[in-house]
């Protein structure tokens, strides 16, 4: 059986405009992204594609470094999702605003 860990985060974690990225679909992350009515779940790429080069063409799409650090976060963390939720946890050492 596998029982895998996610980050719980608040939506306050992204930008408006990573937001608006999210909700053009499956071509616009480099990872699955699956809508839900609060938010997202967003699969995690393992720290090693990030190092091969996943990084740049995220920032090429237009998402934040507040977004690409929440994933790394994560990444380093073991985590295979993020459940991005409005209701979500506040995360120490991202940064944070409501909008």
């Not at 237009?62 to 380093?76: H, L, T, V």
Request: glycine share 10%.
């Amino acid at each position: 059986m596998g029982v895998e860990k996610f980050l719980d985060a608040s939506t306050g974690h992204i930008t408006y405009a990573d937001s608006l990225k999210l909700l053009e679909g499956p071509d616009a992350f480099p990872s699955r992204v699956i809508p839900h009515e609060f938010g997202w779940w967003i699969n995690v790429p393992e720290v090693k594609l990030l190092k091969e080069g996943l990084i740049q063409p995220m920032k090429c799409a237009g998402y934040s470094e507040r977004f690409i650090n929440m994933i790394k976060m994560a990444s380093k963390n073991g985590c295979w999702w993020i459940n991005l939720d409005c209701d979500g946890e506040y995360v120490e050492g991202l940064e944070y605003n409501e909008w």
